[in-house]
């Protein structure tokens, strides 16, 4: 039913590109482009974003070129450029689907196929919105009844430390919550413009969104001979150089890692809020992977919890933004964009600022803000769905955590690899040793030898990693960043592969 | 099952903020917040955005008093600030709904309770998606199929001119596209800064965005006493006395317009093209309200379409970007934050920046991919739901036409206030004539006199109204904008009301 209409009924108001050309060279004359390369606003210019850059736009053609028949020495590409769980295979918790289809489809709450703790969830979503319809605007901070669930559910994972709904927004995805909270705390010119810390390596949403807010991007490095961790008297040397030609105002956490894979300890937290305490530094925890801890001697400590751990004197006074989202944990619901943050001790008419920010996009996508509540509030140990879901979310989480600890041990037995222990997320940040000729090779075709080196695996082999350069790096030394999630395929081919580029280089 | 979790248990640890502060008086210091008003970005201050303003924080304080049993003249809060179908009763259209939760729920796809066509639809939308999952991310510009079926319809709309799927990006609702756009346009200090024009009245989305983005906004009035049309010499002069002080690069049109209701003459877009082809501006031309079309003798033309019939000169260069949207239309789904951008004549390294802009925030939600894929591939008069669905979609429509007529005429016969035909889209923007004491006597509040309008409007009948200073109006006059839906409750209170108004004032 999809064919294309019949264009020629136009008639011959049509051109073709060819006889346009034509036209205009008889006229003489050709209007030139308003938006070039030289009128684009610099700050987009200016914008990288790894995840997604040349190497995955070559990934795409590759794999075009394999579907129309083209010859390479691979039948498929294999994508370890990001965290799409789904896109794996990794299939979607039936209890979630069930609310999100019942709240799409309200007529389903008469069909017996659906449990009753799932049609609760969804008649609870559906009072909360206008019309108790999904297609309705919710508030600019989300539906009320699902922020009240978040609360609950952090108030349940800081083992009761206390949750206000006020201090909840819904977001889309962690990314835009991270977004808006940056562009409240972006101001001033020169020396007292805003400085960001951001981990090295870190996500490249931060440098992303500090380019183009034109803020000053304050890099601290993670050690890796220490397993990535957060090295306090990093963080001091950091600030100390960059107050020099900024304002430092904030310090962004990513925790667990993304793309180190490290979880950091209680001590590195406390550590890392006395430090914003005492420099003043507004805190934002991006805890998007706290579900994802792998490692038996690693645990999960919320940045909240540990401040309220601190005493009040930190509590009830450090501004601190903690980002949540549907996308991994053992759901994986990228597509779904859904997310949340809580803000603490956000001064009041700032507060009133940041709603009417989030109230020019309007609101969340509403089944996203439905995808997270079942989240945060899955079936209790009396409701039907009870086993079904925690068999599956075992499964998950376990695969995760077997893949995690198989991707470092294959990475190590790679000659010229050395990989961390994965403690949680989802990614290995590896260190490949590229021989000196390679760097020559590679600095003569001005391109960095870590990205020399994820092409040419792309050329030989069709996995699409990530060049460490995009997420930063200690210079002279040279990462990837992948994905656990592909291991099975990775395993197949990498150790033979490595061999070859490394002899070939 | 969602009562709070006994916060006891935290025992000591636990501080009331009464308590803390005590502590905190003791220790005699307390943390200065890092972000405040003064410190807050600058830009992010100088948003307004009326639609969600003031006057709509407190119809919710008003709505929640209500609750709570406080005593007005009135038992309900009529919110008529937005167009917000759903939340207004309008109920959902059944073949979009079985099509996303059959996408959300793909068990669903064995049941004999969906039809066909709409399981269909579900298959080749979850082809499309990675690991056929609504959970994975897609493309920064969208699922390919989904792009393609915006391709066909956008053909088949304007008669045949041609549509390249590779020009289609899906967004987050049509506001995400807008400022994307804008924000490539933005560059320049001083003289050279940008500027961008926009209607007066507008839709705030443009002048919040300009602000945030320190962009020039370049007021363009629309003439009121002709429909709200737009007149080709008022774009002149403001062109001309904008080229003073700033770079005008981009012009802003809204048709069907928003709040003004109009819908523009062919020969008026022509004037606009040909305007924009001349002063080489880049057209941006919000299209969320093509469905949206009451008045016999008006008639909705796409600016693609008019500019293809301009001819090769025009259709091949002038720099077009058109948007549409799941949220207006006969659909209605605003939550699902849905819809499309076209974007014709990009030069090809700007359109890379586009697509690396884009994919910093991933994918927009693929649930509202879905949603728009359905409006732009509606069932086929061979297919089993083509009867239902076109009932369903004219009885909306129809509805929405016999409002926007009564709208119009219940305001004129209201003394002191004149309304001008709602032609289409879902507002009207009635000028009201306010006397002259009750302008001094707002003045000397503080406020403009169409807000102490509103204000009054909402606590002496709990209509929320939005100023027409939110939107822009010539000096001097004064309007409200209120959403059509919401007649019948209007057609209750408003004439005794404005009476009581005026001789109060």
């Known amino acids: 039913p999809l064919c294309r209409p019949d264009t020629q009924e136009y ?19 050709m209007r030139e482009k308003s938006l070039t390369m030289d009128t684009l606003n610099p700050q987009v210019k200016a914008v990288e974003y790894a995840v997604r850059g040349p190497i995955v736009t070559k990934a795409g053609d590759i794999e075009r070129g394999l579907q129309q028949g083209q010859k390479h020495p691979f039948t498929e590409v294999i994508k370890a450029n990001i965290g799409d769980s789904h896109a794996m295979g990794q299939k979607p918790i039936t209890f979630l689907r069930q609310v999100v289809a019942l709240c799409s489809f309200p007529e389903l709450l008469d069909s017996s196929s659906f449990p009753e703790d799932a049609k609760q969830r969804a008649r609870r979503i559906l009072q909360g919105c206008g019309g108790q319809s999904l297609g309705s605007y919710s508030a600019s901070q989300g539906v009320d009844c699902i922020r009240q669930d978040i609360a609950v559910y952090i108030e349940q994972r800081d083992k009761g430390v206390p949750a206000d709904w006020d201090n909840i927004y819904l977001t889309t995805g962690a990314s835009d919550g991270i977004v808006s909270i940056l562009k409240m705390l972006v101001s001033g010119q020169g020396r007292s413009r805003s400085g960001v810390m951001i981990p090295i390596p870190q996500y490249p949403l931060y440098s992303a969104a500090i380019s183009e807010m034109e803020a000053v991007q304050i890099n601290y490095y993670l050690d890796e001979d220490n397993c990535w961790a957060l090295d306090i008297n990093e963080l001091h040397r950091a600030y100390q150089a ?94 779904f964009r859904g997310g949340y943050m809580e803000v603490l001790n956000l001064d009041l008419e700032v507060k009133a600022q940041l709603v009417k920010l989030l109230s020019v996009r ?11 509540d079942v989240i945060v509030n899955p079936p209790l140990p009396h409701e039907p769905s009870y086993l079904q879901f925690h068999k599956e979310k075992r499964a998950v989480l376990g695969a995760l955590a077997e893949k995690a600890q198989m991707t470092e041990q294959i990475l190590n037995t790679v000659p010229g690899i050395k990989c961390n222990p994965v403690q949680g997320a989802m990614y290995a940040f590896p260190r490949i040793f ?72």
């Open 11 to 29: 008639g011959q108001k049509r051109f073709s590109t060819a006889e346009a050309t034509v036209v205009l060279r008889e006229n003489g004359k």
């Open 242 to 335: 960059a107050k020099e030609h900024c304002h430092p105002r904030v310090i962004c956490i990513i925790n667990p890692g993304n793309p180190t894979g490290q979880v950091q300890s209680k001590k590195c937290i406390e550590e890392v809020l006395h430090f914003a305490y005492e420099e003043n530094l507004f805190v934002m925890s991006d805890e998007v992977y706290q579900d994802n801890v792998y490692s038996p001697d690693c645990q999960f400590h919320s940045f909240k919890k540990v401040l309220y751990e601190m005493g009040p004197e930190y509590f009830n006074t450090v501004e601190l933004a903690s980002f949540h989202s549907t996308s991994k944990g053992y759901s994986g619901e990228c597509g």
């Open 362 to 372: 309007l609101c969340p996508p509403v089944s996203g803000q439905a995808a997270m």
């Open 434 to 505: 590229i021989p000196p000729r390679a760097v020559e090779e590679a600095m003569s075709l001005g391109i960095s030898p870590d990205m020399m080196y994820c092409l040419r695996l792309l050329e030989e082999t069709g996995i699409c990693l990530v060049p460490g350069s995009g997420f930063g790096q200690r210079e002279g030394t040279y990462h990837f960043s992948l994905h656990t999630l592909t291991l099975e395929s990775l395993k197949l081919v990498f150790q033979p592969l490595h061999k070859l580029l490394v002899n070939k280089l």
